[in-house]
C-alpha cells in the first residue's frame, strides 16, 4: 500500500505547534513574551477539516495564550497546551480517538514516541532526522509554512471534501 492511500482513511489530524504549525523561531519580546507567526493556508485547512467533520487534536510543550487563541478561533477543541508527556497525553484520549486513523505531524525529538503510536507519521520538510527517518510521509513544506496545509488539503481531496 503506497503512503497516499494511506491519506484516504484519516479521521484524525494530531499536531505539534513549535516547528509545525509554525517555523520554530521565537521572537524575543521586550516585555518576556514570546511571539510566534502561523501561515494563513495552514489556518484555511484546519478550519475546513473541522467543518467537513474532521477533528484536529493539539499536543504542544508551548504554553502561548496566543497560540491557544488562534486555534480555538479556527474551530479547534482539543487543545492540549503546555504538555510535558505528549504520550501520555495521547494515551489518555486514544479511547476517543481512533488512532489507526490519525496523522500526528511533529518535527522534533519530544514527538518521536507518539510518531510510532498512529497511523501515519509525517512531518514538516525541516524536520530533524530522526524524526524524518520514523515519519512515513516528509511533507515538501517546511514548518510554519504550509506543511499541515499539504497533509489536510491530501486527505480532504481524497475524500472529496476540499473547497
Known sequence: MNVLSRFKDIKHFILDVDGVLTDGSLLLQSDGHLARTMHTRDGYAMQLAVKKGYEIIIITGGKSEAVRSRLAT??????????????????SIADKV???????????????????????????????NEIKEIAHYVSPANGGKGCVRDVIEKVLKLNDDWQ
Open 74 to 91: 479556527l474551530g479547534l477543541k482539543h487543545l492540549y497546551i503546555g504538555v510535558d508527556n505528549k504520550l501520555e497525553v495521547l494515551e
Open 98 to 128: 481512533d488512532l489507526t486513523k490519525s496523522i500526528y505531524m511533529g518535527d522534533d525529538m519530544p514527538d518521536y514516541q507518539v510518531m510510532q503510536k498512529v497511523a501515519l507519521p509525517c512531518c514538516p520538510a525541516d524536520a530533524c
